[in-house]
């Protein structure tokens, strides 16, 4: 596909710091694939699940290139940061490793460091003059572009790609860290302009693929035994407002209800969800397709931000909480065991008392399976940051404590309707704390552990659909035995 207005600045090097890049092992044989044998790499993942996809599909690039996972940080030949600045502390934690790194590459001139993401994209040029020890600073719609980056690296360059930028398909197939379940994206970017957000400012314009395109990397990824496909995009209601076509009822011609029904019928696919849903584009046609399509798992995150329109209105979010409460109604009145999570923000500027009273008031009286929290975080060239009624850190601290522990108390009641019921769960890996128990989760996305073999002694393998009797339930896991 075409490039629209990339641009990748190239800084020249600046002599000893950049002496030749990736380091060949010596001796062993080199990969199947025929690429030359590199070093070990290492990639740490910070933010969310287009962070994570983004990570697996740059890991799967490195392997095809010959590069080997590496079994730490400390000794890999290639690390790269893959990073979230969505709230400072997310930012400031990647400082903190890069001075790690910085010091490792100035005893190691080998050593390659890339940071990509959206600390990369925000900060571009500016991250080079703050750790000059960079080789790649690389925003995530470069992502599928990294062999060709790290070429430029390879010949001596510090390189900076944070332009504009078509996404393009990757060919490489990702290292995915699961067999069972899969994230595909099926929109980049985002064209909100939520007050407090630092995403489209990162991840660009939205972006969408084909639905062919899609279902291709489905097919694939089922051939290989994926059982379960979450769908990702930041807004992924909108996905398809982008392309072309309409319907002759005159929609528009993709939609994500479209889409659903365009992969469903896939062999081998277990379970179907998405994420992230967005309050103002969700539609009535989108419910009633997750209840009529078998696969679709009654999940919903939908996040609402604040329990106060006000608020809403000063976040720019475009619905009011009457909104979402029809949402959740029509929600279960189709599917009266859903789960529903969601993203809350406390302490806006500007939030009154009375305001956050009424965030902590919808929680309880939707019942959220699950609500992630977080104090407002000022974030660089968003509106909000420069309003002048900031609210004082204790205030912050305050309010997110006591929200806290209110969504852990509600998920807890949520929970409890779980026990003694028998419960579909996807097995997913072994419980890394516990090597007698297997975990996945419900079709409501429960975590819930239970015992690895059945009572004829057989082990159940991940991938498998069992049945599981639930015995405990905790705010946000449940355990029990095969029913
Ligand atoms: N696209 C999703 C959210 C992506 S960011 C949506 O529209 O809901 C994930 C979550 O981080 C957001 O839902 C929000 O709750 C939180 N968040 C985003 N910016 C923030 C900020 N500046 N301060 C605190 N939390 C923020
Ligand atoms: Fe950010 Fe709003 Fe876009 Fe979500 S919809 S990514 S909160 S701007
Ligand atoms: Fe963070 Fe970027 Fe995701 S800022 S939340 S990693 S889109």
Request: with cysteine; proline share 5%; aromatic share 6%.
């Given at each position: 596909?075409?490039?629209?207005?990339?641009?990748?600045?190239?800084?020249?090097?600046?002599?000893?710091?950049?002496?030749?890049?990736?380091?060949?092992?010596?001796?062993?044989?080199?990969?199947a694939?025929?690429?030359?044998?590199?070093?070990s790499?290492?990639?740490?993942?910070?933010?969310?699940?287009?962070?994570?996809?983004d990570?697996?599909?740059?890991?799967?690039?490195?392997?095809?290139?010959?590069?080997?996972?590496?079994?730490?940080?400390?000794?890999?030949?290639?690390?790269?940061?893959?990073?979230?600045?969505?709230?400072?502390?997310?930012?400031?934690?990647?400082?903190?490793?890069?001075?790690r790194?910085?010091?490792?590459?100035?005893?190691?001139?080998?050593?390659t460091?890339?940071?990509?993401?959206?600390?990369?994209?925000?900060?571009?040029?500016?991250?080079?003059?703050?750790?000059?020890?960079?080789?790649?600073?690389?925003?995530?719609?470069?992502?599928?572009?990294?062999?060709?980056?790290?070429?430029?690296?390879?010949?001596?360059?510090?390189?900076?790609?944070?332009?504009?930028?078509?996404?393009?398909?990757?060919?490489?197939?990702?290292?995915?860290?699961?067999?069972?379940?899969?994230?595909?994206?099926?929109?980049?970017?985002?064209?909100?302009?939520?007050?407090?957000?630092?995403?489209?400012a990162?991840?660009?314009?939205?972006?969408?693929?084909?639905?062919?395109?899609?279902?291709?990397?489905?097919?694939?990824?089922a051939?290989?035994?994926?059982?379960?496909?979450?769908?990702?995009?930041?807004?992924?209601?909108?996905?398809?407002?982008?392309?072309?076509?309409?319907?002759?009822?005159?929609?528009?011609?993709?939609?994500?209800?479209?889409?659903?029904?365009?992969?469903?019928?896939?062999?081998?696919?277990?379970?179907?969800?998405?994420?992230?849903?967005?309050?103002?584009?969700?539609?009535?046609?989108?419910?009633?397709?997750?209840?009529?399509?078998?696969?679709?798992?009654?999940?919903f995150?939908?996040?609402?931000?604040?329990?106060?329109?006000?608020?809403?209105?000063?976040?720019?979010?475009?619905?009011?909480?009457?909104?979402?409460?029809?949402?959740?109604?029509?929600?279960?009145?189709?599917?009266p065991?859903?789960?529903?999570?969601?993203?809350?923000?406390?302490?806006?500027?500007?939030?009154?008392?009375?305001?956050?009273?009424?965030?902590?008031?919808?929680?309880?009286?939707?019942?959220?399976?699950?609500?992630?929290?977080?104090?407002?975080?000022?974030?660089?060239?968003?509106?909000?940051?420069?309003?002048?009624?900031?609210?004082?850190?204790?205030?912050?601290?305050a309010?997110?404590?006591?929200?806290?522990?209110?969504?852990?108390?509600?998920?807890?009641?949520?929970?409890?309707?779980?026990?003694?019921?028998?419960?579909?769960?996807?097995?997913?890996?072994?419980?890394?704390?516990?090597?007698?128990?297997?975990?996945?989760?419900?079709?409501?996305?429960?975590?819930?552990?239970?015992?690895?073999q059945?009572a004829?002694?057989?082990?159940?393998?991940?991938?498998?659909?069992?049945?599981?009797?639930?015995?405990?339930?905790?705010?946000?896991?449940?355990?029990?035995?095969?029913?």
């Open positions: 596909m075409p490039e629209t207005g990339a641009m990748t600045a190239t800084v020249p090097s600046e002599g000893a710091t950049l002496a030749p890049q990736t380091s060949l092992d010596a001796g062993g044989l080199p990969p694939s025929g690429a030359p044998r590199r070093g790499y290492w990639i740490t993942t910070f933010g969310c699940q287009m962070n994570k996809a990570s697996e599909r740059m890991a799967g690039i490195l392997e095809a290139m010959g590069y080997i996972a590496g079994s730490d940080e400390h000794s890999a030949d290639l690390v790269l940061y893959n990073t979230c600045t969505i709230r400072d502390n997310a930012e400031q934690k990647v400082y903190s490793y890069l001075g790194q910085a010091q490792r590459k100035r005893d190691n001139p080998h050593l460091l890339v940071v990509a993401g959206c600390v990369a994209q925000q900060e571009g040029e500016a991250l080079l003059r703050r750790v000059p020890e960079l080789d790649l600073v690389m925003g995530p719609q470069h992502a599928n572009r990294l062999e060709a980056l790290l070429s430029q690296v390879e010949s001596g360059q510090q390189v900076v790609a944070t332009g504009e930028h078509h996404i393009l398909e990757d060919i490489t197939t990702a290292r995915r860290d699961s067999t069972v379940c899969a994230w595909v994206n099926v929109i980049y970017g985002c064209n909100e302009r939520c007050t407090y957000c630092v995403v489209p990162v991840r660009g314009r939205e972006q969408s693929r084909l639905p062919a395109a899609i279902r291709l990397e489905m097919e694939g990824l051939a290989q035994g994926i059982r379960e496909i979450t769908l990702l995009g930041q807004n992924i209601d909108a996905y398809g407002r982008d392309l072309p076509g309409i319907t002759p009822e005159g929609r528009r011609a993709h939609t994500l209800t479209d889409l659903l029904q365009h992969v469903h019928d896939i062999k081998g696919l277990e379970r179907i969800r998405f994420a992230t849903s967005h309050p103002r584009y969700f539609t009535e046609r989108l419910i009633d397709a997750c209840a009529d399509l078998p696969k679709v798992c009654e999940h995150h939908i996040p609402f931000q604040s329990g106060d329109d006000d608020v809403l209105r000063a976040m720019a979010r475009g619905y009011t909480v009457d909104r979402y409460r029809r949402i959740i109604e029509r929600i279960r009145r189709r599917m065991e859903a789960s529903i999570s969601a993203d809350v923000i406390v302490a806006f500027p500007g939030e009154t008392d009375a305001q956050y009273r009424r965030t902590l008031d919808l929680i309880e009286e939707i019942g959220f399976d699950l609500v992630n929290t977080a104090a407002y975080s000022p974030r660089p060239n968003t509106p909000a940051a420069t309003w002048p009624d900031q609210l004082e850190e204790a205030v912050k601290v309010r997110l404590q006591e929200l806290n522990v209110l969504v852990e108390r509600i998920a807890r009641q949520r929970s409890a309707r779980y026990l003694d019921r028998i419960e579909a769960v996807l097995v997913e890996a072994v419980n890394p704390k516990d090597g007698s128990q297997l975990m996945g989760r419900t079709r409501t996305n429960r975590l819930t552990f239970f015992p690895a059945r004829d002694g057989s082990v159940i393998t991940p991938g498998e659909l069992v049945a599981v009797r639930i015995e405990q339930v905790r705010a946000f896991s449940l355990s029990g035995s095969l029913a």
